[in-house]
């Protein structure tokens, strides 16, 4: 080999081993900025998960995050079906409200705009639970032990979802928790006020048991766009699938009239509507 072929050569070689150091040092930062985020993922969903918790005067917060965590970490997010959720339920359970149990379906921001400044109600997002994962997004991954809070499937792409799976189960055990008068908001602005698909719908109506709830209040909001009334084709739906031996009532409330009676708080709630 000629002096200026073997020189050529190990140039060639070193430049090599400078590109694959290169990657590798890439590769490197990348992996750390990566488990870094996903720590910091981590840590920030359990504070605001403590921090919710807290405010229940609950002792036991710790424990409720480490069994909360250990449903979902290292597992297939769409292979969560709802009863994983059972040992959560037991560390926090629900306790019974009589009387002020308010459920919603698409009215969200309606019902709590409303529960924000009365205490007439008891929402889902009202107990330790509802509350301290309301409107969070959480999933983990095989092989990981992170809590991800970004990139987790949803409705679209599996049923059983680590987040779906637990407004599921929370929710019929909310249901069970109802007794005496139940109250339910829903919206006079879409056709279907009742959806048999929704978690209204599918799980709570459907635990109601005439045992225990003697009514179930409808309170079809009415915004100026309202397209339904109490005698929908919808709402008949609703009291075809309800407990014979509940009592079903619809009234139609002007969205105007839940705002004025938030802003009246020493207006009784029962001569709001
Ligand atoms: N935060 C974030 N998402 C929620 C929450 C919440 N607090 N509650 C429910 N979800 C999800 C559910 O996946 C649900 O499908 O948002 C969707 C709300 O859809 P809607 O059709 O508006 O209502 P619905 O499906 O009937 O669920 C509301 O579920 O949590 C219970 O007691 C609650 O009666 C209420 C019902």
């Not at 965590?69 to 959720?85: F, G, H, L, S």
């Not at 987040?163 to 829903?186: I, K, P, Q, Y």
Request: glycine share 4%; hydrophobic share 35%; net charge neutral.
């Amino acid at each position: 080999m000629e002096r200026g072929e073997f020189r050529g050569s190990g140039k060639r070689r070193r430049k090599c081993c400078l590109i694959l150091c290169v990657a590798v040092i890439l590769i490197i930062i990348i992996a750390v900025v990566l488990s870094l985020t996903l720590r910091q993922e981590t840590s920030d969903f359990k504070t605001i998960f403590l921090d919710r918790c807290k405010k229940f005067k609950e002792n036991n917060c710790e424990n409720i995050w480490e069994v909360f965590q250990k449903i979902y970490v290292n597992r297939d997010p769409c292979q969560v079906p709802m009863e994983a959720y059972d040992p959560l339920i037991t560390a926090a359970p629900f306790k019974p409200s009589c009387n002020k149990t308010m459920f919603w379906s698409k009215t969200k921001d309606v019902v709590h705009s409303f529960t924000e400044k009365r205490d007439c109600f008891l929402t889902m997002e009202d107990t330790l639970l509802g509350s301290v994962l309301d409107g969070l997004t959480w999933c983990g991954k095989e092989g990981s032990n992170e809590t991800l809070t970004t990139g987790c499937p949803g409705w679209t792409e599996c049923e059983n979802n680590t987040v779906r799976s637990f407004w599921n189960r929370a929710s019929a055990e909310f249901a069970d928790t109802a007794c005496g008068n139940v109250t339910v908001m829903l919206n006079g602005s879409i056709m279907t006020p009742f959806d048999s698909r929704s978690i209204f719908g599918s799980i709570e109506v459907k635990r109601f048991n005439s045992k225990r709830v003697r009514n179930l209040n409808v309170l079809l909001v009415m915004q100026k766009n309202a397209v339904v009334n109490c005698t929908t084709d919808s709402l008949q739906e609703l009291q075809k699938v309800l407990d014979k031996g509940i009592k079903y009532n619809c009234k139609e409330v002007p969205e105007s009239l839940i705002e004025e009676c938030s802003s009246h708080p020493e207006k009784p709630c029962e001569s709001c509507w």
